[in-house]
């Protein structure tokens, strides 16, 4: 019977990963200031101390600490210029935030603390030991590591790597998507949604999801359900690009072809048709040569989620991506029925409520797409579950 056994997440997860395994991304030379959100694929340690001498935080008086509160100016510290000055316990010497702290001193001490005559500086506190100085190797050490192969790279990354003069790093090629819009009643964006037509939403969602991920987009295009136009887009689309997504077509209706069109290819294997999830039930997982077919539901939040858990989970395991922390803990706000046996990604809101957070399930169908837009994120219902209890703590997954 037709998908009368899917596969669980997992399954279908491992299935997608051992059949790729032979899947590569290429690496590439870019210049930092390009580096944005780029993922790094080589690790990145300090060829240097940071910062390279004891550095002042303030500007000030480099002194010594002891209990004179007299103490006799003996120079200044230029910024940007080596400092051979020495001092002792009865001496200061002037130093403007960033310059180099003159040997002997442990502390600054800053200048709307003190009083000054002449050359005789009245200290009117007394300072901590390293008061308002970074030491040598403070910030970074040199040989330590940065940033592990992965890093998905942020302005301070981009800023870190300048401060140690690395103007060059090695990152990830971004890979190349082609998406294929089959229906007959999708059009585009600028034509009107009548007489049964709705427009392509999967296109633009997905483009900007694989954005988002750090791809591109090399082609779209809308496709009607048709076994040859669909196998002649398909055709294309594998010259084109690293991974082909198919939305719409995945499902077992009569003119639901991606799966035939797929087949139909001889160096075709499909891993995958069928998961225990919901959004996302008819998915395909294949490949053709050594290029990725993804088959989506043409629902556009089943696209969306389907692409999230599998697609970008792929490549975050074959990278080792690293995000940080995605997801937090809030209080269920009401009562939410499932009612099906597959694992359920629930989309809800947020809400704070005197420091606590609550997460309120949001009510529509797969077919919708405004409801993922009032959505911060999801929460998982595992299939045995019955849905979620109003008070309960659960994790809620960011979108
Ligand atoms: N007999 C069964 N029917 C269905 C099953 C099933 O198990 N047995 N599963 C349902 C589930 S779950 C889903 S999800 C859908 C997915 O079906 P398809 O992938 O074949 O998608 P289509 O039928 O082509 O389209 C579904 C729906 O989405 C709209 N759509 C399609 N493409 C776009 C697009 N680019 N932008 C916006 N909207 C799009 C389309 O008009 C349909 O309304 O199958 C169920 N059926
Ligand atoms: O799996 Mo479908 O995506 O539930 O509507």
Known sequence: ?????????????????????????????????????RILAQDIKSNIDIPEFNRSTKDGYAVKRSNIKQRKIIGQVNMGEKTELEITTNQAIYVPTGGMVPKGSDGIIMIE?????????????????????????????KGELLFSKGRKLTPSDIGTLASIGMSKIKVYKKLEFSIISTGDEIVDIDCKAINGKIRDVNKYSLSTEIERIGGKVSSSEIVKDDFELLRKATKRALELSDIVLISGGSSVGIKDYTLKVIESFDNSKVFVHGVSIKPGKPTIISKVGEKIVIGLPGHPTSSLIVFKVFIESFLNEKLNIDYGVRKMKAIIKENFENHTSRETYQLVSLEENKGDFYAIPIKGTSGMIYTLSKSHGYVIIKSKEKGLKKGEKRDVFFL
């Open 1 to 37: 019977m037709i998908f009368s056994k899917l596969d669980s997440i997992d399954q279908a997860k491992l299935k997608f990963e051992k059949g790729l395994e032979d899947f590569t991304i290429e690496t590439e030379e870019i210049n930092i200031i390009d580096g944005l959100d």
């Open 113 to 141: 603390d003190v009083h000054k005559k002449d050359n005789v500086l009245l200290l009117n506190k007394s300072i901590s030991f390293g008061e308002n100085i970074n030491f040598k190797g403070d910030e970074m050490k």
